[in-house]
């Protein structure tokens, strides 16, 4: 076994506050494509003049709702996705009581689907959806409904998922708790993420152990800051660190 992995599954073991913190590399191997990698979302060619990183902003929202939603439906509203490895290793983790939380800025939903509790989505996700006029909420079978704009059938305004789009700002209550967890946590597990967007990448900082994992395909700006630095495919190495757990 890898020497690396070998050191951190002791790390695991003797811990009982652990927290995760990741990204979209955690949902690759379930079909999720990311945004920076190769294959990732904002290298892919579309049939718009608008870059994708435009088209997921408050800007192009507010200017162009019937294309911000055509952009979601057909990127990032995929069926049929389910928990790969890493998603169900956490959740196992959770369940044994090792890790107190995850803390994603996934919107896929599939920590949760995967068993996972204590779920932090620091970006939203796309179970949810509100008018931006009345308020009132809507599921994604309601959406699911309407081939472009999502019109609200309270007061005819336009309906939006309840991600975080650039140019808003977070869910501050999310972020004090995600803050509270990391910084008592014993462990923290940082994974498929590039660590480039902030305030999110922001975290790590309020992390004050010493036992720091970073499990990525690619470098990050932080990985000098990691105690365990792992370059590989997070299921494969969830999966083989909760092996005999
Ligand atoms: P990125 O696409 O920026 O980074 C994903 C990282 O995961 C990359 O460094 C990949 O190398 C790595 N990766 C991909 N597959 C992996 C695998 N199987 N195992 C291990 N690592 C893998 O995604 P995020 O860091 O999540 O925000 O991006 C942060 C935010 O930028 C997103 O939440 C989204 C985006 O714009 C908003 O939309 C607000
Ligand atoms: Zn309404």
Same mark, same amino acid.
């Given at each position: ?16 506050? #652990? ?16 945004? *920076? ?22 800007? $192009? $929202? ?33 369940? #044994? ?5 995850? #803390? ?24 949810? /959806? ?23 059938? *309270? ?26 967890? #990391?910084?008592?946590?014993?462990? =923290? ?38 105690? /365990? ?11 083989? =660190?909760?092996?005999?757990?």
């Amino acid at each position: 076994m890898n020497r690396k992995i070998e050191d951190l599954k002791k790390v695991i073991e003797e811990s009982d506050n #652990i927290v995760f913190f990741g990204g979209a590399g955690v949902s690759t191997a379930s079909g999720v494509p990311d945004f *920076r990698s190769a294959t990732g979302l904002y290298n892919r060619k579309n049939d718009s003049d608008f870059s994708p990183e435009y088209m997921l902003s408050h800007d $192009f $929202f507010v200017k162009y709702p019937d294309k911000f939603m055509k952009y979601c439906r057909e990127n990032l509203i995929i069926d049929g996705i389910k928990p790969n490895a890493a998603h169900k290793a956490l959740a196992y983790l959770e369940k #044994i009581g090792k890790l107190k939380a995850v #803390i994603t800025q996934n919107i896929d939903s599939l920590h949760q689907e995967a068993g996972s509790k204590n779920v932090i989505e620091i970006h939203g996700n796309l179970r949810d /959806y509100y008018c931006t006029n009345c308020g009132k909420t809507f599921d994604l079978t309601y959406v699911k409904k309407f081939e472009s704009t999502v019109k609200c059938d *309270r007061c005819g305004s336009i309906v939006r998922p309840d991600i975080v789009l650039y140019g808003e700002s977070l869910d501050q209550d999310k972020i004090s708790y995600a803050i509270s967890l #990391i910084r008592r946590a014993d462990v =923290l597990i940082i994974g498929g993420t590039s660590l480039v967007v902030y305030p999110a990448a922001g975290l790590i900082d309020f992390y004050r152990g010493n036992k720091l994992v970073l499990i990525n395909k690619e470098t990050t700006p932080r990985d000098s800051r990691a105690d /365990y630095l792992i370059q590989g495919d997070i299921a494969k190495v969830m999966k083989e =660190l909760v092996k005999d757990l």
